[in-house]
């Protein structure tokens, strides 16, 4: 895929947070999907030449103190244009080679390669053409945010110590709290003396506070306590401190009930909204 923004740089991706440190390969089992039963796989192909940042960090360029890469420099649209020539001269050849192949996205930036959807049958044939570098999986994530609690360490807290916080109020500062999420159900829970406050339309007996503080600019949606098209990160945050066991995980598309995904349900959180409360200046 191709874009050209005034500029752009490459960082590393953090993997160590506190004493965590997230290793770069885990060991897990590759689920087929399950619309394989087609007899067609989707791969990426690699192809020759050097992605765009590879080819940069040789140049001379990469030697000055900023070592941006920038995609609008007159150097890096000629690398591009280079790259895109070869690619469309690899994808001619794919097809007359294997004509049931399909081409999806391109890659010229981090990665000099395609998308490719063919028979499965086919792959000998495609591992064979002598533009092929290398044949990458093409593997669909999911976010698996059931285990929060155990990474925090409240699983043992519990086991150790009995404490499961009961009768505390929390209060989260985030993107809003999503009150009719299963993580945060109101089942068995009264509000307490004095509550609920603030948006009334958005609190329950487990979540018995909703304000939002919405700063210059922030529209219609950066004045409602929750804004369910865009907000998790409150919800899963709340659903670790506070969360039902056994309720599914905020924010996961694949989200399966998983015992112990969150501290029991005695513990009732206060729900505040700050996303979209200030902006920052360009």
């Known amino acids: 895929m191709s874009a050209f923004p005034a500029g752009a740089s490459l960082v590393h991706i953090k993997r ?10 885990r060991t897990g089992k590759l689920t087929i999907p399950r619309d394989q039963a087609s007899g067609r796989v989707r791969v990426i192909v690699g192809l020759r030449l050097p992605p765009l940042a590879a ?30 020539a070869s690619q469309r001269v690899a ?49 669909q994530y999911h976010l698996s945010t059931s285990t929060s609690p155990s990474v925090i360490g409240a699983t043992e807290l519990q086991t150790l110590t009995g404490a499961k916080g009961d009768g505390m109020k929390i209060g989260i500062v985030d993107d809003g709290v999503d009150s009719t999420n299963p993580f945060l ?3 068995g829970y009264s509000y307490p003396p004095g509550f609920p406050k603030g948006g009334l339309k958005w609190t329950t007996p487990k979540v018995i506070v909703a304000r939002a503080f ?25 659903g670790i401190a506070a969360g039902d066991s ?37």
Do not use: M, N
């Open 16 to 25: 160590t947070f506190g004493d965590v440190t997230v290793p770069r390969v």
């Open 55 to 84: 080819s940069y960090r040789r140049s001379f360029a990469a030697s000055r103190p900023t070592r941006r890469l920038d995609l609008a420099s007159e150097s890096s649209r000629r690398y591009l244009a280079r790259v895109v």
């Open 91 to 139: 994808a001619g050849q794919l097809l007359r080679a294997i004509p049931e192949a399909r081409i999806g996205r391109r890659f010229q930036v981090v990665l000099d390669g395609l998308t490719v959807s063919l028979p499965v049958t086919k792959l000998p044939a495609l591992a064979r053409l002598g533009f092929v570098r290398k044949i990458y999986p093409s593997i």
């Open 185 to 187: 159900s109101p089942a």
């Open 214 to 238: 919405p700063g210059p600019h922030s529209g219609r949606l950066g004045r409602l306590p929750i804004d369910r098209s865009a907000s998790f990160h409150a919800t899963h945050v709340a």
């Open 246 to 282: 056994g309720t599914c995980s905020a924010g996961s598309p694949s989200c399966r009930a998983s015992p112990g995904s969150g501290p029991p349900s005695t513990i009732t959180p206060l729900a505040s909204r700050a996303r979209r409360s200030t902006r920052l200046p360009p």
